[in-house]
Structure formats: C-alpha cells, structure tokens
C-alpha cells in the first residue's frame, strides 16, 4: 500500500482567535476591544468588504452606548469562555495535537494602559492553556488577533503613536512570562500584511480621526510601529526562552497571470512579490527596496530610527506561519474581464476553479505553490496555521452537518500538502484547520459563515441554545489523524 509520510513531531491542529469564539466581553473584568464595536447588520452588503470593515469614530460611540449582545457577534462568539473545557475535550478525541488560538488583549489588560494585568484574565488563560496541555495538546498562540483594547484607539488613535509598542510588549512581556512553561510556539501578530487592507478591524485605526494627516501615512507608520513591537517580542522570547519559536505569520492568496500574455505574468509576479514584502521584514531583517519606494511614492513619511531597524534586523522569526484560503488572477488590463465575488482579496475571475458560497475560489494545488514559494524564499520552517472552508451548513432534524463539500476542501488541500512534502523537499511544521468550532466571521461578523469541525446552534442575529453538534468532516479529520504519521494515499480518494 501507499503511504504519505509525515515527519515526526508534525503538528495536526485546529485554529481559531479570541474575539471569534471566546464571547464574555465583560465579564472577569475584561475591557471593550475593536472586535466589541464590530456589529452584524443584515442589510449590509457583505461583498463590499472595505465598508463593513472601516469604521467611524461616531459609529465606535454608537457601540460603546450600547450594551446589548445580540447583534455584536464578537461580543458573545460562540461562548468559548465558558464551554473551553468541553470544546477543548471534543477536539482532542479527533487526534489533534495542537490548537492555535489568541489572548484576548482587553481580557489581561482593559483598557491596555492599565498598570497592572487583570489577575482574572491571566487566570482564565492559565485554566485553558493547561487543559490544551491535559488533553495532549500544545498551544500555538498569537497575541494580536483583530482584538486590540479599544481605550488605545479612542486615548492614542492605535498603532500610529509610538507608545502603543510599548503597551502591546508590555502585555506580551506578561503573558509570556506567565506561560511559557505552557507555550512553546508564539505569533506576535495576525497576518501583519492585513493592516493595509483592512485598518481598523485588523490595528484599529480609524480614518475620520486623522483630519490633518495622508491616511496612507497612518497606515504606513502603524505597520512599521508592528513591525518593531513584534521584533521586540522575539528578542525577548529568544532571550529568555530559548526552546521557544516566534512566528512570522501572513495572509497568502495565490495570484496567477489571468493568460500567458507576460505583461500578465508580470503583473501577477509583482502582486505576489508585493505580499511578501511583510514576512521579508520579519525572516530577512530588513525592508524590501520595493517597499520603500512604494512608500516613498505615495509621498508619505514614515519616522523609522536606527534603533528600530537594528532591532528589527537583530531579530527575525523562527517560522513563517501564513493563512491559505484561495486564490485568483490578475491581468495588466482587466477591463471587462468578470471579478470574483469574494469580500476579502477580489481578482479576476478563475475559470479554472469553483467558489465557496462567499465567492472564494477555492484552489488546493495554489496551496502547492505557496508552499514552494515560501520555502524557496525563506528557507525556514513553514506552518500552515489557517486553511478551511467558510460554508452554510445546515443541521438536520436527528441533530447531524452533513459538510461533505468541507470534507472535500479539507481532503483536496491536505493531499497538496502531502504531496508537497514528499516531492517539493520544504520542510513544514505543520497543518491547522480554520474552524473548531463554528464561529464568528472576522470579515462579515456573520454566525452563518461556518468553518468548524463542531456546529455551533446560533444564527446571525445572536438567537440559538449554543449547543455543539459533531459535523461529518468532524469524522473525517478524526480518521485522518488516526493513521497518524503513515497516511494511506488511498485515503484521499473520493
Ligand atoms: C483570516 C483571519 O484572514 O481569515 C481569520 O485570520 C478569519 O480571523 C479567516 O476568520 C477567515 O475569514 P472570514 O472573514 O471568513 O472569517
């Protein structure tokens, strides 16, 4: 029989982020954070991306006077909070052997000016890390995940002022001394690249509170204020716990030439080369000189010390961690050529490849390739820490999800890796699914787009019993992971 062999040590997991799951926005003292202020809209045309995700400050006050839940989906998620221990318990019996999650910021410090950490936070985080290490589980974890405390939008308009490094390596500085006897695997930011197309729900930045200033500035200024506060946090990582590995961690949509026409090709290679140009900061040391003329060319200022760049470049990641949904294509001249409906990374339009009900195209072999990419660039560990299907899913009255078009999307992405690992000579660290259980869309703020291997009972007006019910690829994640490191190839077949 054929085998696929996983290297020894592989890390088979789920992934997911505090403000998506966790709900209890006030409870234990935690403070408000950017997600808090996101609401669900049914009206709202969820294609149009940068409007659901840009906020007004006159809209934060709107969230701030109200108290309610319903409608916040990040404020209630799927009740993680309180169901962890049950959640964690039935994802260990699929054979997980890590579980990526975030700290809430706000949940340890408030108002993440605080003097002091929140006691109650720290403590829920010392509960939920060790029943991850109880049930056999290593915990991957990132430390800004889209959930920054909201007071430091609203007293020092975000990562634009240079003291919110400060609060941020503050709080890193605390909870990685609390868990690092816990934690071995440590992201300092969720997908850096993200602030550039999604600012306020990605750093919190907020156009209408920079009358005087080029908002592309404010954006270009946060990035680099992540990119030293992320450097910061590796050196302190690598001092002090040197068994522990700092990720880099980055959005990778695959971008193909619409035709072989090479002023197409080109166009596509620079997008790509484009969105690399975070992780290159991060794994190589130093900005890109593309960066730095695009910058320059937008006729912004971006204040950059000597001291910054040295740290940036005395201290690069371990890993290069990234995010694979899918892919599209580009063209030099795109005019009457059909887009993709998807909200987050449009494109032209792949005739190649199907979509998901969201209008992602969905393309297993780009997950190939990325890999190729990365590994050829960097030379460095990979890990595949988000990969998974956003579907509407439907349960039936005897209380089962049958998602065989997830079990697809998951069986079609994993043999990519597989093959990749046994032909393409990367070295990968290791494969999470989006989706634990159900939970909160980060881009939609919608309960009905599903990624979990768990149905969660609520809908996208806050109403259901949040009770868990096993979906089939659930079952069929579960099987994967008993062959453990010898995967009969005939398991991918359909
Ligand atoms: C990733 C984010 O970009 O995409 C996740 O890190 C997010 O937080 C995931 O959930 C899927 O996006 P969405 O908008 O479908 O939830």
């Not at 992540?226 to 990778?252: C, E, L, R």
């Not at 780009?366 to 990969?387: A, H, M, S, T, W």
């Not at 998951?410 to 393409?424: A, E, N, T, V, Y």
């Amino acid at each position: 029989m054929d085998y696929y062999q996983v290297p020894e040590g592989f890390m088979w997991g789920v992934a997911t982020s505090a403000n998506q799951v966790e709900g209890g926005w006030n409870e234990d003292g935690k403070g408000m954070s950017i997600a808090d202020c996101e609401r669900y809209n049914s009206y709202q045309n969820l294609n149009d991306y940068k409007k659901v995700n840009d906020m007004t400050t006159a809209e934060i006050q709107a969230a701030l006077k109200d108290k309610t839940t319903k409608a916040w989906g990040k404020r209630h998620g799927v009740d993680f909070y309180h169901h962890y221990k049950e959640d964690i318990a039935t994802l260990a019996k699929t054979g997980i052997n890590s579980f990526r999650i975030s700290i809430a910021w706000s949940r340890i410090y408030p108002n993440g000016d605080d003097e002091k950490p929140n006691e109650a936070g720290l403590r829920y985080y010392d509960s939920l890390f060790q029943t991850m290490i109880d049930n056999g589980i290593q915990p991957v974890v990132t430390l800004s995940h889209y959930e920054m405390p909201l007071n430091l939008v609203l007293k020092y308009d975000s990562w634009y002022d240079k003291r919110v490094i400060s609060f941020f390596t503050q709080f890193a500085q605390t909870v990685i001394t609390r868990y690092h006897n816990l934690v071995n695997y440590w992201i300092p930011i969720n997908e850096i690249d993200s602030i550039i197309r999604h600012p306020y729900s990605s750093a919190g930045l907020v156009k209408d509170r920079f009358p005087n200033l080029n908002f592309d500035e404010v954006i270009y200024q946060s990035m680099h204020n992540q990119f030293v506060a992320a450097a910061w946090i590796t050196k302190f990582i690598h001092d002090k716990y040197p068994n522990a590995k700092v990720g880099s961690m980055i959005t990778s949509t695959m971008v193909y030439p619409y035709t072989s026409d090479p002023r197409n090709m080109l166009k596509a290679t620079q997008i790509m080369r484009k969105s690399y140009n975070f992780s290159d900061i991060q794994l190589r040391g130093k900005y890109p000189k593309v960066l730095l003329k695009h910058i320059h060319d937008l006729n912004v200022h971006v204040k950059m010390t000597d001291t910054e760049l040295r740290l940036i470049k005395e201290n690069t990641a371990d890993f290069v961690a990234f995010s694979y949904y899918s892919s599209v294509c580009t063209a030099y001249d795109t005019t009457g050529l059909k887009v993709t409906k998807a909200n987050r990374t449009t494109g032209v339009y792949n005739k190649y490849l199907p979509e998901s009900d969201w209008g992602w195209q969905i393309d297993p072999v780009g997950l190939r390739i990325i890999l190729i990419n990365l590994y050829d660039r960097y030379q460095k560990p990979l890990f595949i820490v988000e990969n998974g299907l956003g579907a509407k899913d439907k349960l039936t009255l005897d209380g089962k999800v049958h998602d065989q078009y997830r079990i697809d999307y998951l069986r079609k992405h994993i043999s990519q890796m597989l093959l990749s690992l046994k032909d393409d000579g990367i070295e990968l660290m290791g494969y999470m699914v989006w989706g634990t259980t159900d939970m909160v869309s980060a881009s939609t703020t919608q309960m009905s787009k599903r990624y979990g291997l768990i149905y969660v009972d609520l809908n996208d007006e806050g109403d259901g019993t949040y009770k868990r019910y096993l979906k089939d690829s659930y079952f069929w994640y579960q099987k994967l992971l008993s062959y453990k490191n010898k995967i009969p190839t005939m398991f991918f077949n359909k």
